[in-house]
């Protein structure tokens, strides 16, 4: 990682002192910033502690959202309010680093440093079998914690939204997919040339209503893809808040299933499968004590595979030449692990898709998942 002496980096360094100077009653001194990448419109760096009155953190992590419109506004109030939700959460089910201080108005955010540790994205690369699974099943466990523990939190959530300087942050994730589900009917017919099949309309409606109302409400990061994701000492931590919210869980871990296939290593595919149950199985162990009914096979394969529609659908969207409308803001899918511009991950989610349809017993939706992905591979790839 490298030092930065970038001037807006030495801005935020510069804003957190104040914040956490504030909070302390005494000077606080920041130093030796590194680079920790970020999400193109955001920046992440690392600082020590050079004289830190209030506590004995040695390191923290700056976030700062860079200046823009009002959606990254709406979005930096969206993160604010789930990094305060998240952080009143028990340790051992709190999802991610905790926050320390934050400035609205400067869109500057401090947080607890969670270290170095692995990447998902490294251990699914790993040639170490045993290795790939246990992060895999780490991550549907951590999920399944964190869904357990905030069910009938909505409320609060909701409040802590209510305190953003500039209102209710929109849910920028609920309002894409409604305008992809709105486009559906004509970009099956006009770009894929297919005929609307009522079946899979029907299934699009369902998997709307999975942001809005859902059977398993609980709380989400959202963006829950394996770039985000470190494992330390303390297991299984998720590191972006920016678009978290309530919505049914079994969009999470659909949204994890969608994104971890790219980046297994290259004799890992066949095992695809075999993965995503581990994930599953793992997730339902932890969640099943609230939600019974989640331990039918039968129940669980139909909501996966709804959640599972909703982002497959979503990211494709995002890569069909469509009007702007369709999509919802064109900024918004920026920096999130669903997004891609590689075709070839998208073909496969829809391959993915339809042999997870096939196991749930949706044959139409399989169908129609097969269809779609045939269309693409002969437009895209050959």
Known sequence: MTVLADSHITGAVQAAERLLAARAGSPVSLADPQDLGGSGRTEVVRVRVAQNPFSGDRTLVIKVLGDGDAVSGEAFIREVASYKYATALPTESRPGPALIAFDLRARVLVLSDLGDGKSMTELLGSNDVVATFNAVS????????????????ENDFAALLRQGAEGIAVDALRAQFDAA??????VIADVFGLTVDPEVLDALGKAGELFREGEHRAFSPSDV?????????????FMDYEWGGFRDASLDIAYALVTFTPWLSGDSGARRVDLETSMIDAWRSEV??????????RELARKTVLARLAWVWLSTMWMLPVDESDVGRTDEPHGLALSTSDPRVIVDRWAGLADAARRADAPGLAGFADTVGQALDSSWLH
Request: aromatic fraction near 4%; avoid cysteine.
């Open 288 to 297: 099943q004590g609230i939600w019974p009914a989640l331990g039918s096979d």
């Open 225 to 237: 893809g394996p770039e985000n994701i470190l494992i330390n000492d303390e297991g299984v931590q």
């Open 181 to 186: 589900v709105r486009a559906a009917p004509r």
């Open 138 to 153: 780490a991550w549907g466990q951590a999920l399944g914690r964190m869904h357990a523990a905030t069910v009938g939190g």
